[in-house]
């Protein structure tokens, strides 16, 4: 990077924290990209996004934006729309793809309908049959907000007693969906560029990939790259991420779990 490349940055607000429940990762992902950005000579200033967060960034003069956040306010298209209205330019996907990657349900019925593989699913209400659904998605399942970020509020359940648990637990984070219990390897593909990056297999020290495995000291998760497959699988793998990241209409970079 040359310096007339950083200079043509100009001002750039690094968009952290937040107000969702992903707020401490947001933080510690935004001082990141903070540090990182500086020690390139860009003139970076971090910026605690909350309501008053157009009016913040029209007084700072900053000339783009390097959105941080994680979660709902951050991911799922209102910050993209509260910087669209204010004319800045940022990283990341834009409002309708931000609003359907961040929405479960949205996402993997655009799947479906495309033939991407996804595990069977139904939305989960108070009124639902806990025996039903259970029946209906093979006797063992996931329940998920459906759009919430890192792993909060996951859980597995096999019972009638665990999904109900469950189904409470995650609707505290708003609309829940249950998905049919996928047992094999946990395996992720970033993309960057429109190019998919190889291939990474996550082994976590706990019975799944949740919020502990990936955010504790100490959870003891392992991540292979490239992951221990045969070539001609990873290459399906990374097929099948970049069909979905555009069939969303995602744009800079994302990631696409399997």
């Not at 939305?123 to 329940?143: F, I, M, W």
Request: hydrophobic share 45%; charged share 20%; net charge neutral.
């Amino acid at each position: 990077m040359s310096v007339g490349d950083v200079r043509a940055f100009g001002r750039v607000a690094v968009l952290m924290g937040g107000l969702s429940p992903e707020r401490e990762i947001s933080l510690a992902s935004g001082r990141a990209a903070l540090a990182a950005l500086r020690s390139r000579g860009v003139a970076a200033e971090g910026v605690d996004a909350g309501r008053d967060l157009p009016a913040v960034l029209e007084r700072g003069r900053f000339d783009r934006a390097f959105v941080a956040l994680h979660g709902p306010w951050g991911e799922d298209g209102v910050v993209q729309g509260a910087l669209e209205l204010v004319g800045l330019p940022y990283t990341g996907s834009g409002v309708l793809a931000s609003a359907l990657a961040m929405d479960k349900l949205q996402s993997k019925r655009l799947f479906q309908w495309a033939g991407l593989p996804t595990p069977p699913f139904r939305p989960l209400g108070s009124g639902d049959d806990p025996a039903a659904v259970l029946a209906e998605l093979g006797g063992e399942v996931a329940v998920k907000p459906a759009a919430q970020g890192s792993s909060l509020g996951v859980a597995r359940a096999a019972s009638v007693e665990e999904l109900c648990r469950a189904r409470e637990a995650a609707a505290a984070f708003g609309p829940v969906l249950a998905e049919r219990w996928v047992r094999g390897r946990e395996i992720t593909v970033g993309i960057l560029g429109g190019e998919a990056l190889p291939v990474v297999e996550v082994r976590p020290a706990r019975p799944f990939y949740d919020w502990e495995a990936k955010y504790a000291e100490g959870a003891g998760t392992r991540y292979l790259c490239p992951a221990p497959l045969p070539g001609a699988l990873a290459g399906r793998l990374q097929a099948l991420a970049l069909e979905a990241f555009r069939l969303l209409g995602c744009r800079g970079w994302g990631r696409v779990d399997f």
